[in-house]
């Protein structure tokens, strides 16, 4: 009944945005995790080489030193076949020589030798703490440029050992190649490097220094490395963009579906005052005049169209509303009177009041504030109680003297459908109301059934003796009002009069009922 068909406007626009949105999120998303994944790589492995080099020197000079500590100066067939038998276990080195304590070298693995090591290395040994010192050099032996270590003994036996550059860099190969390429310095000069083919394309560098060895060691994270693991990954990041674009729209769906559900429509209505209050005159059948007029709520969500006042006042009970829609009704009817003052000086009006609303702590304290506010409602207000369930003991005592509260404030009080809900003659016999209101399902049989016109015949004679007046609701043509007329009924209120209409309207019907 409620949740008719709610009308998705095409949100195509709102799709396609979404659909850029979350393409944009996703690649963003991909590439900064793979740039971040990368850059901590790149120094997680150039960390590790710094310990590898580390290690790596650390040997060399460990086995310089053992290649000292088993060296004797005359360069003899031993001293020789121990160089050679060095040579062959290094993995790193290629050839060692000897040297004196004047920097002459005077033995190598290739038998006696004699030259003199350059003085600027000669100076660098004997400046350095441990007498240890490494270089680049051209090798006349290897033919290329070549790496020397060189280790002057505290038996003033120095050693030197060459090695191709390659020899020191197969372990940062295995560790850094292929996505990081580096380059491996000794002071300006370059030992190692394959970084030719990244040089101005590169995303990051990360640079280790080891000063003992004044070794520099630069490994580069290039542009090309990234782009090719970014391509690699493009299935997750379309992956990824479907499931946003998905979760986007069903998110929107959500956000859309509840702003326009009913229940928020009808708290926003109740809380804005965004609804409309109609009355239906009600007109005496003694001097067909208008005496009094039923306030009735009307709403039309802007999502639902009309919803009928039976929905609004039973979702607003199901929302725990009933009390706001009913005050919300009650000050309108308040303002309906400063309005029109004139107009409707001898009407009263009936505001419909669901009996738990009256049973509420707040109401009294309520109900006067309203009066305090709109004085114009004292003696024109009628509360209109409709009866949807039973009451305890209880709670039929609270509703006596809430109703005898009410009235002591100059608020009228009448029972609507009565007959139908549970408007039990027990009550009447504890209070009597000012107006009854007989439901229009007996006015509606009333002309072919003998059995309702019995029992209509009773309750009236019953309003009188108790001193109400009675109200024929839903009288819809001539031979209802007759039939009713008959039966002595004070007032009729139905569409064969007048339907509920806007205040403005039913102003001029009252002015035009009036006239004739
Ligand atoms: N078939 C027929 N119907 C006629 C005729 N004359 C009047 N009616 C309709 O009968 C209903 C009379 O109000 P009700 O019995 O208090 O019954 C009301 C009342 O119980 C409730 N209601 C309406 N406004 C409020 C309100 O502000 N607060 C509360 N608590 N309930 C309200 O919703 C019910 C339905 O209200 P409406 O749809 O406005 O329906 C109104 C009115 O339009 C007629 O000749 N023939």
């Not at 121990?82 to 920097?103: A, M, V, W």
């Not at 509303?321 to 003052?341: A, C, H, I, Q």
């Amino acid at each position: 009944m409620f949740v008719k068909n709610i009308a998705f406007t095409p949100f195509k626009k709102s799709v396609f945005y979404y659909g850029i949105f979350s393409l944009l999120l996703s690649v963003l998303v991909f590439s900064s995790g793979l740039y971040f994944h990368l850059l901590k790589d790149l120094y997680g492995k150039s960390e590790t080489a710094e310990q590898i080099l580390i290690h790596q020197m650390d040997n060399i000079f460990k086995s310089l030193k053992q290649t000292v500590d088993e060296a004797s100066l005359s360069c003899n067939k031993e001293d020789v076949k121990k160089l050679r038998h060095r040579t062959f276990y290094s993995p790193i080195f290629k050839e060692f020589g000897l040297f004196n304590d004047n920097f002459q070298i005077y033995c190598t693995n290739f038998g006696p030798k004699e030259f003199t090591i350059f003085a600027t290395i000669k100076d660098r040994i004997k400046q350095s703490k441990d007498k240890k010192t490494v270089s680049l050099v051209e090798s006349h032996t290897l033919g290329e440029q070549t790496f020397l270590a060189f280790y002057l003994g505290e038996n003033g036996i120095g050693v030197n050992g060459l090695a191709p550059p390659r020899s020191l860099s197969i372990n940062l190969d295995h560790l850094l190649l292929p996505d990081y390429p580096y380059e491996l310095m000794i002071g300006k000069r370059s030992l190692v490097s394959n970084d030719f083919s990244v040089k101005g394309k590169i995303l990051d560098k990360k640079v280790v220094s080891l000063d003992h060895w004044s070794m520099r060691l630069d490994v580069y994270l290039p542009l090309n490395v990234y782009f090719n693991k970014a391509m690699a990954l493009l299935p997750f990041v379309v992956t990824l963009w479907v499931v946003l674009w998905a979760v986007f729209y069903l998110l929107h769906s959500c956000c859309l579906y509840y702003c326009r559900s009913l229940p928020r429509g009808l708290r926003k209505a109740i809380k804005n005052n965004g609804m409309e209050v109609y009355y239906q005159p009600i007109v005496s059948l003694v001097d067909n005049k208008v005496h009094a007029i039923e306030a009735l709520i009307r709403w039309r969500s802007p999502h639902h169209g009309q919803v009928s006042a039976l929905s609004t006042v039973e979702l607003s009970g199901r929302l725990n509303l009933l009390s706001e829609l009913t005050w919300m009704v009650v000050r309108n009817v308040g303002k309906f009177y400063r309005e029109n003052s004139k107009s409707l000086n001898n009407i009263t009006t009936a505001v419909n009041v669901d009996r738990y609303c009256l049973l509420n702590d707040g109401f009294i304290a309520m109900l006067v504030k309203i009066l305090e506010e709109y004085p114009e409602l004292k003696e024109r207000l009628c509360l209109e109680v409709t009866e949807t369930s039973a009451l305890t003991e209880t709670e039929l005592s609270l509703m006596v003297s809430r109703f005898e509260h009410i009235k002591a404030l100059g608020v009228r009080l009448s029972v609507d459908d009565f007959g139908t809900g549970y408007s039990g003659l027990d009550f009447l016999r504890r209070f009597s109301y000012d107006t009854l209101k007989l439901d229009r399902v007996f006015i509606a049989n009333l002309k072919d059934d003998q059995c309702t016109q019995k029992i209509l015949t009773s309750i009236t004679k019953l309003a009188k003796e108790l001193n109400m007046k009675i109200v024929a609701e839903g009288v819809e043509d001539k031979e209802q009002l007759d039939a009713v007329k008959a039966l002595g009924i004070d007032s009729v209120q139905g569409y064969y009069f007048c339907a509920p209409l806007p205040p403005e309207q039913v102003l001029t019907w009252i002015e035009d009922n009036d006239a004739k």
